[in-house]
């Protein structure tokens, strides 16, 4: 556990520069904790989940008017087009079935120049502890719809428009690729 936490306090260091000062939609949020972390940093969040018992979990303890909790889908997002300067979607593009698609769905409602921040696990450079941890993640209802290798990884958020500025791999039980993009205009 002291392993995963070192990964995330990594994690939150990242994070908070690259919100500074900025609106942030955080889909696939959980219970909050990405968004909690974040609130001294950014000046509003948005944070969805699909699950409402995720959100109600998430919403316990919040009482600042910062930070909003709300079940959306997101692939189909209610907010107008270019309405956050970030786009976060944490630990989860590795268990939604067409990630390919929430990549779009990301790319409508981020400004021009905005930052998709997407650190997702990387299950492919499991080691033996990591891949029962990813059976034990299926089995409790997260499948793996994408075992990417870091290389992999990146390699698909360019493929799908994205201009990949920064990244790193923290190490966890399961190795966590963060990945900070560009929106790309496409032609």
Request: charged residues 15%; positive net charge; proline residues 4%.
């Amino acid at each position: 556990m002291r392993k995963n936490a070192i990964a995330y306090d990594q994690l939150y260091a990242l994070l908070r520069p690259a919100v500074w000062h900025k609106t942030v939609l955080e889909v696939a949020t959980g219970t909050g904790q990405v968004a909690k972390h974040l609130l001294c940093s950014a000046d509003h969040i948005e944070a969805t989940d699909v699950s409402a018992a995720m959100i109600a979990q998430a919403k316990r303890g919040n009482f600042s008017s910062k930070l909003y909790f709300s079940v959306q889908d997101m692939f189909h997002l209610p907010y107008a087009d270019q309405s956050f300067d970030v786009v976060i979607v944490s630990n989860a593009l590795h268990i939604v079935p067409h990630p390919e698609k929430a990549l779009i769905e990301f790319r409508r409602v981020l400004k021009n120049g905005g930052t998709l921040i997407a650190p997702t696990f990387t299950h492919a450079e499991n080691s033996p502890w990591g891949n029962l941890q990813a059976l034990a993640l299926k089995i409790a209802g997260f499948p793996l719809h994408s075992r990417w290798t870091s290389a992999a990884y990146l390699a698909f958020l360019q493929q799908n428009g994205w201009t990949v500025c920064k990244s790193v791999v923290l190490q966890n039980s399961i190795p966590l690729t963060y990945a900070e993009c560009k929106k790309v205009e496409r032609r």
